[in-house]
């Protein structure tokens, strides 16, 4: 009988510890900093970047300012991302990219993770038309403080500068 009992309060403590599901996702302080605030893209000190790589390389000055409507209508369809912990899944971590403001927006959801180096940012987004996970992009975290983030997508040469929103 003793034996009966000590194995029926192994298999409910077994039974309990995997319908846990392993907790939440970890993050990183890295990890915390991306979740802590959503991050707009900076059109003009994307622009401002490659510019200043091309003249760089080529002494060619190559000097693209977007003023007045043209900054607005730029600024007004830039992405913004947001990171935070999934809501269905506490075992994973969300993203929504959101292309342009207000009803004329379009977004994009999907899944990330940071390397365990935490160099890395990885993106992984739902093909819904087809049904399957689409090919994770890799971007490189190039600086991320409380107020910017600056990414460069693995294959590219001017990373995307992001500023807290």
Same mark, same amino acid.
């Given at each position: ?116 180096? #935490? +160099?890395?940012? !990885? *993106?992984? @987004?739902? %093909? ?5 996970? /689409? &090919? ?10 409380? #107020? +910017?983030?600056? !990414? *460069?997508? @693995?294959? %590219? ?5 992001? /500023? &807290?929103?």
């Amino acid at each position: 009988m003793k034996r009966v009992m000590s194995i029926l309060i192994v298999a409910a403590l077994f039974v309990s510890l995997v319908s846990c599901g392993g907790g939440k996702a970890k993050v990183s302080a890295k990890g915390e900093m991306l979740m802590a605030k959503s991050w707009k893209l900076q059109v003009q000190d994307v622009i401002d970047n490659a510019t200043g790589n091309i003249q760089d390389e080529t002494g060619v000055n190559s000097d693209i300012n977007l003023g007045g409507d043209v900054a607005k209508i730029a600024d007004f369809l830039a992405e913004t991302l947001a990171f935070q912990r999934d809501g269905s899944d506490a075992t994973k971590l969300a993203y929504s990219r959101t292309i342009g403001e207000g009803f004329l927006s379009s977004e994009v959801l999907g899944w990330w993770e940071m390397s365990e180096d #935490d +160099k890395y940012l !990885i *993106l992984k @987004e739902w %093909d819904s038309v087809n049904g399957v996970e /689409k &090919a994770p992009v890799k971007y490189e975290i190039v600086e991320l403080t409380a #107020d +910017k983030l600056v !990414i *460069l997508r @693995e294959g %590219d040469v001017t990373p995307n500068i992001y /500023k &807290a929103k």
